[in-house]
């Protein structure tokens, strides 16, 4: 059976070379090869891809699963040519969530520790020190408290902040937990540092608006590594140059690459990373996937199946 490769990344040959070596390692019988005009789509049986184009699909009619390069799907849900029963599957953290959680304890010790302000004080040659605050006291909210969302809890809680949690419906958790519409002004209410890390569908899908941000109190601050198209970035500025918000860390935007004509380029309340908070790790994500084909193969389905009528 072939299984079609295709990713739109530098590192493509080191991840293609990593694929190869785990399912050596499987009894699964395969080519794996990356796709190209040559491959018979009929004799497709797995796809592992990222940011494949809408054709890539065409003609697969023996797909038994889609399987991603990240632990966003939306690059799959979204694509035209996948039909609506395929299963898909998600990177399950697979290294990514430690990534992700460095990059926001970075936000949260900017936000803790004032850095970026006492920048904007050296910049005026001002020697002031702001009030002191304690980790203890610092109240960060995740908005998505999933596989990645509970890492970045549990780092954050481990650093000392007070940590809560926002998810569309109620689990057990470490950590007070905020569910649901009803709950969301409830959660945002005492933040002083909002992190969303949500996955991208069709109700996530600008979600984080003024309506949000109002909810935040004066001089809340927010950090996205999600998706941007959650965000109304007119909002989202307006919210930063109202003071409503002090400040915000972004990974992604509504457009990726960011537009040369962009406001965020310039904005001195925006720190701008270029979706790189979670990198895909070559070797978990290669084991897994060889894993999760591996179990399919077998009949039964990884932690990573999605559930195609939520999205995620
Ligand atoms: C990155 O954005 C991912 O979905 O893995």
Same mark, same amino acid.
């Given at each position: ?29 395969? +080519? ?9 789509? &009929? ?44 299963? +898909? @599957? ?10 992700? =959680? ?28 702001? &009030? ?9 909210? @995740? ?9 970045? &809890? ?24 905020? /569910? ?39 001089? /809340? ?16 500025? =307006? =919210? ?40 895909? !790790? +070559?070797?978990?994500?290669? !084991?897994? @996937?060889?894993?999760? @084909? ?19």
């Amino acid at each position: 059976m072939v299984i079609s490769f295709y990713s739109a990344s530098d590192n493509d040959s080191d991840l293609l070379e990593a694929l190869h070596r785990q399912l050596a390692s499987t009894s699964v019988t395969h +080519i794996i090869e990356p796709w190209s005009d040559n491959t018979d789509p &009929a004799s497709v049986v797995y796809s592992i891809s990222w940011g494949a184009p809408d054709n890539f699909f065409n003609g697969m009619k023996n797909l038994r699963a889609a399987l991603s390069l990240g632990a966003g799907v939306d690059h799959l849900t979204s694509n035209p040519g996948l039909p609506a029963d395929v299963p +898909i @599957i998600r990177l399950s953290d697979a290294g990514m969530g430690d990534k992700i =959680a460095e990059y926001v304890l970075y936000a949260a010790l900017q936000g803790h520790r004032q850095f970026d302000l006492y920048r904007k004080q050296q910049q005026q040659q001002l020697w002031q020190p702001l &009030a002191d605050i304690d980790a203890a006291n610092y109240r960060v909210g @995740i908005m998505g408290l999933g596989v990645i969302g509970t890492i970045i &809890a549990d780092r954050l809680h481990h650093s000392g902040y007070q940590v809560s949690g926002w998810k569309r419906s109620t689990v057990e958790c470490a950590y007070p937990l905020f /569910a649901g519409d009803t709950e969301l002004g409830a959660f945002l209410k005492d933040l002083d540092l909002l992190v969303a890390v949500l996955p991208l569908t069709d109700q996530t899908h600008g979600l984080i608006d003024k309506r949000i941000f109002a909810q935040l109190p004066a001089g /809340a601050r927010f950090v996205n590594v999600g998706r941007g198209k959650q965000v109304n970035e007119s909002d989202l500025l =307006a =919210a930063l140059d109202s003071g409503q918000l002090t400040a915000a860390v972004l990974d992604v935007c509504e457009t990726e690459p960011l537009p040369d004509s962009h406001p965020f380029w310039t904005h001195d309340a925006i720190t701008l990373t270029p979706h790189v908070a979670g990198p895909t !790790q +070559i070797a978990q994500s290669a !084991q897994q @996937i060889a894993e999760s @084909i591996q179990l399919i193969e077998s009949g039964k389905w990884p932690a990573g199946l999605v559930n195609r009528s939520d999205g995620y």
